[in-house]
């Protein structure tokens, strides 16, 4: 620190390259798995001591060198090479420990157990990485026996290539876990409401039906729109958006719930839907969108108009296909000047003031209008580099309040990676024919059969 503070505004002013950060987070990832998990279970805890002594030296007399030159960059270049070292040092370490036990144990056994540990693995993603290093280092222990020569030549090729993947994997897992698992905003016990039973009151009984008997290869996000242009996330919801996601069908839909669907709210009689998350926050809402439509939500995020417009802006716009009506809407409602109908470019102002469009046709048509920006602005997310789509999830996750848990964000960091082989779809609850226009206590609301919508969302997602 007295170094970097010496070199003065040349370092305190600069930005670290992303390009020389990610691969030294994926090298710390891998050392921390290498030494931690494996090399002190194996006895070699001062091994592990003098490679961290070895990777602090390291650093330190590269920074001497470096950052009064370079500055940040000098000192990302500095730390890269450290953890560099260090994973050499613990690499040879491994290397004399294993060396011995691969001269005696079959590597037609040694493939069968890294291959049964793998598999165990992957069918249960919950044993996570260390269970798989315990599994395979149990199972070569009980496999053991000596080698016959026969196999050894063939058999070292197929072990170079399990260890490849290997590291490959730990990388890879390694960059996820560091990047993005703590980006998330946490769900606020504002947001979040008390919490709702499943038991609701008799009067409201009809409206319950049973849950959905999709399989749990569907992981439903519920997505709260708050309406405010600040960043407040309470009050009633604008935005009630269900973005469910099936892993094995590769499907993502994107389901959007009108505000004005008349339902029956957990401890608050009928109301419109959009009352719920006012009332109680996203326990009540998710609750109420279970009991009336048989849908489970996994988890939530709760985001705010500004957090709409400063998304498209950094995705650099969207590309919408505008009726006159509209033009002269946003025209008047937001920055910037569209010229005419027809294709244009929106910026992130624009774009939530088509988004909230309502009064020159319907909600259904506002819903819709909202699920046209977020497929563009996914579409455009898909199409950036790894470098840029890194840098957009460390800004605006942590402006998206949610109950996701660690695992579940590297899960969805990956799938963001992964976007373009997805099969992209969206539509709007009640679908057409499953609802009618009702006037309730002076509210104009839509009267709704929730099997048929729930059917709806069932036969989309599978």
Not at 126 to 154: C, E, P, Q, W
Not at 177 to 182: K, M, Q, R, V
Not at 430 to 442: A, K, L, N
């Amino acid at each position: 620190q007295c170094i970097m503070l010496l070199s003065g505004e040349a370092y305190m002013g600069a930005i670290q390259p992303m390009q020389i950060l990610m691969p030294t987070t994926i090298f710390i990832g891998i050392t921390n798995i290498l030494g931690i998990q494996i090399l002190v279970p194996l006895g070699k805890e001062r091994a592990v001591l003098h490679s961290e002594i070895l990777g602090a030296v390291v650093d330190l007399i590269l920074n001497f060198l470096l950052i009064p030159k370079y500055a940040a960059s000098g000192a990302a270049t500095g730390t890269l090479i450290a953890e560099l070292a260090v994973l050499v040092y613990q690499m040879a370490v491994l290397w004399k420990v294993v060396r011995p036990m691969l001269r005696d144990i079959s590597y037609l056994k040694i493939f069968v157990a890294t291959f049964l540990a793998l598999a165990a693995t992957f069918w249960v993603p919950a044993l996570g990485l260390r269970t798989f290093f315990t599994l395979a280092i149990s199972s070569l222990l009980f496999f053991s026996s000596k080698a016959s020569d026969k196999n050894k030549s063939v058999a070292k090729i197929v072990v170079l290539v399990l260890v490849a993947i290997i590291a490959l994997v730990a990388a890879v897992s390694a960059f996820l876990l560091s990047h993005y698992s703590g980006l998330f905003g946490d769900l606020r016990e504002e947001e979040r409401g008390k919490a709702v039973s499943d038991t609701v009151d008799d009067t409201a009984a009809n409206q319950i039906i049973a849950p959905t008997n999709i399989s749990d290869d569907v992981f439903t996000i519920l997505l709260v729109g708050v309406d405010s242009y600040q960043d407040t996330y309470t009050g009633r919801s604008d935005v009630q958006m269900l973005i469910s996601i099936n892993q094995k069908s590769k499907k993502l839909v994107i389901c959007s719930i009108l505000r004005d669907c008349y339902v029956s709210i957990p401890g608050h009689g009928n109301n419109r839907i959009n009352a719920a998350y006012g009332e109680g926050g996203t326990n009540l809402l998710t609750q109420t969108i279970k009991n009336n439509f048989g849908i489970p939500v996994n988890r939530v995020g709760v985001i705010n108009f500004k957090v709409v417009t400063d998304f498209v802006d950094a995705v650099g716009g969207v590309d919408v296909d505008l009726s006159p009506e509209e033009v002269e809407i946003i025209n008047n409602g937001s920055s910037g000047y569209l010229s005419g109908a027809g294709l244009n470019h929106l910026n992130g102002d624009q774009a939530l003031t088509y988004a909230r469009i309502r009064k020159i046709d319907s909600d259904f048509s506002r819903t819709k209008r909202q699920r046209v920006v977020m497929e563009d602005a996914l579409e455009k997310v898909g199409n950036m580099s790894l470098t840029q789509q890194s840098s957009l999830l460390q800004e605006f996750l942590p402006r998206v309040h949610t109950d996701l848990t660690r695992s579940e964000v590297i899960n969805l960091a990956s799938l963001i990676l992964r976007l373009k082989s997805f099969d992209v779809k969206s539509f709007a609850i009640p679908i057409d024919g499953s609802w009618s226009d009702m006037r309730v206590s002076g509210m104009d609301v839509l009267d709704i059969d929730f099997s048929a919508n729930r059917k709806a969302w069932e036969d989309a997602v599978s």
